[in-house]
T-cell receptor
Framework: DAGVIQSPRHEVTEMGQEVTLRCKPI?????LFWYRQTMMRGLELLIY????????DSGMPEDRFSAKMPNASFSTLKIQPSEPRDSAVYFC????????????FGPGTRLTVT | SQQGEEDPQALSIQEGENATMNCSYK?????LQWYRQNSGRGLVHLIL?????REKHSGRLRVTLDTSKKSSSLLITASRAADTASYFC?????????????FGQGTTLQVKP
């Protein structure tokens, strides 16, 4: 398996623009996670899905952020409108099961909002 | 909110030396995991220790868990330059019923050749 795939790897956009980040989890994994990593706040869980259904979105910072998982092999994280404070590295991860199972991370998308 | 707190924040050692990193957490856990992150990359799972285990080994890695003190340590023996990375502990919730892992701020390890 190719592992978790994320695109784009880098995104530079202007404040106010819409940004869409994409993720393809490992085939057969039931859980998909979106994280954000910054120097100030570390690694934060934004939202996670189980079998394409959002389970916990309490980490989503604002209504400007939304995530979808239309099928088992694809998820998007959208920011509209983007702001400079959204600049961060966004990771997608997937896991086979709950609890004691490891999470497999993608390479991340480095987002810069100017 | 952060559950795990790593100590030290940064560590610099010579190749061949051992590196020890510590993690403290606040609430009850089902398991504790350690991940490595190389610069510009995603996190990679290293080892998992369950709440009923006290010690676990994997190659040059040794993890201990003390649930009474709510702490864990990661020991890397005979370090190599390739071990240079950030190391994070992550805790799963006590019930094990959620998929959530809470990550600490990480320890940045530099191994000098």
């Amino acid at each position: 398996d190719a592992g978790v795939i994320q695109s784009p790897r880098h995104e530079v956009t202007e404040m106010g623009q819409e940004v869409t980040l994409r993720c393809k989890p490992i085939s057969g994994h039931d859980y998909l996670f979106w994280y954000r990593q910054t120097m100030m706040r570390g690694l934060e869980l934004l939202i996670y899905f189980n079998n394409n259904v959002p389970i916990d979105d309490s980490g989503m910072p604002e209504d400007r952020f939304s995530a979808k998982m239309p099928n088992a092999s694809f998820s998007t994280l959208k920011i509209q409108p983007s702001e400079p404070r959204d600049s961060a590295v966004y990771f997608c991860a997937s896991s086979l099961r709950l609890g004691t199972y490891e999470q497999y991370f993608g390479p991340g998308t480095r987002l810069t909002v100017t | 909110s952060q559950q795990g707190e790593e100590d030290p924040q940064a560590l610099s050692i010579q190749e061949g030396e051992n590196a020890t990193m510590n993690c403290s957490y606040k609430t009850s856990i089902n398991n504790l995991q350690w991940y490595r992150q190389n610069s510009g990359r995603g996190l990679v799972h290293l080892i998992l220790i369950r709440s009923n285990e006290r010690e676990k080994h994997s190659g040059r890695l040794r993890v201990t868990l003390d649930t009474s003190k709510k702490s864990s340590s990661l020991l890397i023996t005979a370090s190599r330059a390739a071990d240079t990375a950030s190391y994070f502990c992550a805790t799963g919730d006590g019930s094990g019923n959620t998929g959530k892992l809470i990550f600490g701020q990480g320890t940045t390890l530099q191994v000098k050749p």
